[in-house]
Each structure stands twice: as C-alpha cells, then as structure tokens.
C-alpha cells in the first residue's frame, strides 16, 4: 500500500478509560464509509473489532453494515496475530495471555455461538488475501516504551506539555520502567495505584492515560507503517507531546474535505444511505480505476486549494480555488452517477413501463381502424424504446446535475458522528528518527 491509516477509534483502552467514547456502530460506519470517498485503507487491530459492539455486529449482520465488503476488497486491513489469519482464536490466545476482557469474553454462556460467527465470516475472508496484515515481526512493546522515554524527555525540557506535576511524573516513571513488561496495561495499573495513594491528582492520572493511549496508537502506526505502506496515518485523540512526529507537507490532505461533496439524494441523511446499503457496488468503488482517478483528483486539487504559500499571487490563488470546485464538481457527478443514477433510472424504467401498460389499456379504446392501431403501436414501441434509452445510457450531464441535491454535503457528519477531538495524523519517518536519538523504531534490527 502507498498509504494507510491506523485506526485506534475502537480501542477498548481508550473507551474504559474515557479518552473517548465507544463509537456508536451508526457513527463509526458513517465515518467509515466516507473514508472510502476521502480517504486512504484502515488498518484496525484484530482484538478492537472483538472487544467493541461496532465491530461485533460489522461481523455477525455483516448484511446490514459495510464492513464485510470493506475487508474483502482490502480497504479495511485486520492486523491480526494468528500465523494463519483466523481470527476466531484470538479471544483464546487473549485470554491465555492473561487480557482480563478477553478472559470474561471466553468466560461467557454465549462465547462458543460467537465464536463460530467469527470462524464463517473468518472464512468468507479467506482466499483473497486482502484482508490482514500480519502482526509486525518486532516487539511493539520495546518501540512503545522508547517513545514514551522520549515523551518523558521532552516533558522535562518543556513541563508545559502536560498538566503534571514534575515530581510526580518522575515518580510514577521510575516505576513504570522498573517493571518486567513495561506496556501499556502496566502504565495503566501504576498510574492507578499512585492515584490511590494519593500521589496523582485525577487530571494527572487522566493527562498520563492519555499520553500513552496517543503514544500506543503512534507506535502501532509506526510499526504496520514500516513493513506495508509508505505513508501511513494516525487516527487517535491528538497529543501536543507529539507534534514533532507529524508529516507537516501531509497535515493539510484534506481527510474530511472543506467544500464537500453532494449526496446523490435529498433523503440521504448518513453516509450509509448514501450507497443504500449497497456494498457490492462500495466495495467495487474502491477497486474502480476510473473511479480512483475522480478521487485522486479530487484530493491533489484540494491539497492545493488548501495549502497555498504566502508568496503564492491572488491569481494563482483564484485558479487553485476555481480547480477544486471543478474538481468537487466533477468528483460529485460521477459519485452520484455511481451510486444514485441507477435508482433513478429504475424509477424511471417502471415509469415507462407504467406508460406502456397505460397505453396498452387505452389502445381498446380507441377506433378500430388501420390508422389508429398503427398509432398506438408507434406510442408504444417509442415508449419501449425510450425506457430501454434510459436504461442503458447515462444521463447527459446537464440532466444529472439537476436531480442532485445541492444542499446535502459529504463533509456533514451524520446523526451521531464521531468525537470531534480526534484527528487523522500524518506520521513522518524522518522526523521520529531524527527526534528519538540512538533509537531505531523501523525495520527489524
């Protein structure tokens, strides 16, 4: 892959915790979908799409949700453990390596019915070998505690970066790297017990979870990154300790575009009824060349509309502005034509057939003589042949322009869209290298 973006918007961590909320499936796959028309693949790990209810009911009504289309095109990558990508026995192996949740998850009266809608759907998946990424062939724990040792570096060069106190951060990270494990669970677990103490307030305790929910989420993007994608991104809760890493050239990609695109229908009112549901023809989206090519398009003209240098002239300016709305323009009509031409046709389609039949009932009407009766089968050939005009042939672009609605945006977030404090981050390669010194976060040495 050119680029991918690691998702932790599932993370069972982050929502224990209340970094952020569990996405509501509805918002998740609103957000997910959208992803599909702005955006680049998700790579999402295997136990967050057990753990939490939105990716639970993406597998077992994967009629209902995108997220089976999605996995088998390769536009969402599970990034699984198991050597043979079978995620059913990951719960097992969780709970042997002593994860709590996944403990009680086995422990369940309902985890054997569970587990063989995971294997089917596990197995529906197979065969393409598109729908993982394997499990990076490092310890990620060693790399997290790297960049949570230079995250405590930087916070003693500028306390300002956190809202903790100086002896209190020292205190807790003395014992954190005293530890065996030294991973995020343990993180967790000190920072509690000093908080019963008494020796973290709560927003101390609440700033260190989510300094190392924001460092975990880095890593793992840092890791997938190194070994499948030149590009990758960070969809997680922003952290200002961090800022150093980002890919500034790349920040302004616009994830969410500014301008919008429109929905192909005045009763769309989430991302998912903008394809109604139809995942076949979203899943053959993502792998459409033509279609990638609008997408592409429409991106770089956005990237340039919004990142304009100061030396750059009001002429240049103004054209980069005309591109983009030429390019949201284009981009909308053929999304509309892919995704809402067709239902009109098909109203059309029974609206000429509705007309034939109408003719067909009037034809015993009418006198009965040659001339009248070559009529009628003039009306109703033309009929036939109108109704088969539309069928096949796409509308003129005048036509379609004017049956979409203007006023309904892709960029408008759906009834229960996601946190607004979470952020795609660009990653930058160089830019960790250089900060993290002497440490080597990429590749397998």
């Not at 260190?208 to 990758?232: D, F, K, S, T």
């Not at 949201?328 to 999304?335: F, G, I, N, R």
């Not at 995704?339 to 609206?351: A, L």
Request: glycine share 6%.
């Amino acid at each position: 892959m050119d680029e991918f973006t690691y998702d932790g918007m599932l993370d069972d961590f982050s929502t224990r915790n209340g970094i952020f909320p569990e996405p509501e499936p509805y918002a998740f796959y609103d957000d997910l979908t959208l992803r599909v028309f702005v955006g680049a693949p998700v790579a999402i790990n295997d136990g967050y799409l057990l753990q939490q209810v939105a990716g639970r009911v993406g597998i077992m009504h994967h009629e209902d949700w995108p997220l089976t289309e999605l996995a088998r095109v390769g536009f969402v990558k599970i990034v699984i453990r198991d050597k043979d990508c079978r995620l059913e026995r990951v719960p097992e192996a969780m709970a042997t390596n002593g994860i709590e949740s996944f403990q009680n998850m086995v422990a369940g009266p309902h985890f054997q019915y569970f587990r063989d809608q995971v294997e089917a759907w596990t197995n529906n998946l197979h065969g393409n070998g598109r729908a993982f990424l394997r499990w990076p062939p490092r310890d990620t724990s060693e790399s997290l505690f790297k960049l949570l040792k230079w995250s405590k570096a930087a916070f003693d060069n500028e306390p300002r970066l956190l809202p903790v106190r100086r002896a209190a951060f020292d205190r807790f990270f003395d014992r954190f790297a005293s530890g065996s494990q030294r991973r995020r669970n343990e993180w967790e677990s000190v920072a509690l017990v000093l908080k019963q103490k008494g020796d973290l307030e709560p927003d101390e305790h609440r700033a260190l979870l989510r300094l190392v929910n924001a460092a975990y989420h880095y890593n793992w993007g840092i890791c997938l990154g190194a070994h499948n994608a030149e590009r990758v991104r960070v969809r997680t809760e922003e952290c200002s300790i961090f800022a150093p890493f980002h890919d500034s050239a790349a920040e302004a990609d616009p994830v969410v575009p500014s301008s919008g695109l429109e929905v192909p229908d005045v009763t769309a009112r989430t991302f998912r009824e903008f394809v109604r549901q139809d995942w076949g023809t979203l899943g053959a989206f993502v792998t459409d060349p033509k279609m990638l090519g609008f997408k592409r398009r429409y991106l770089a003209a956005m990237k340039d509309a919004m990142t304009t240098p100061p030396e750059l002239s009001d002429r240049e300016r103004e054209k980069r502005r005309n591109d983009a709305d030429a390019a949201t323009q284009d981009y909308s009509l053929e999304l509309w034509r892919y995704f809402g031409e067709g239902h009109v046709k098909r109203r059309v389609s029974w609206g000429f057939r509705g007309l034939r039949g109408a003719a067909t009932v009037a034809s015993f009407f009418v006198p009965h003589t040659a001339a009248a009766h070559a009529a009628m089968g003039m009306l109703k050939m033309g009929i036939s042949v109108g109704g088969k005009l539309v069928s096949s042939y796409p509308m003129p672009a005048t036509v379609a322009r004017a049956l979409m609605n203007p006023k309904v945006r892709l960029d408008q977030p759906g009834e229960a869209a996601l946190d607004s404090n979470i952020a795609d981050l660009a990653l930058s390669p160089a830019s960790i290298l250089a900060h993290v010194e002497g440490v080597k976060l990429f590749g397998d040495s």
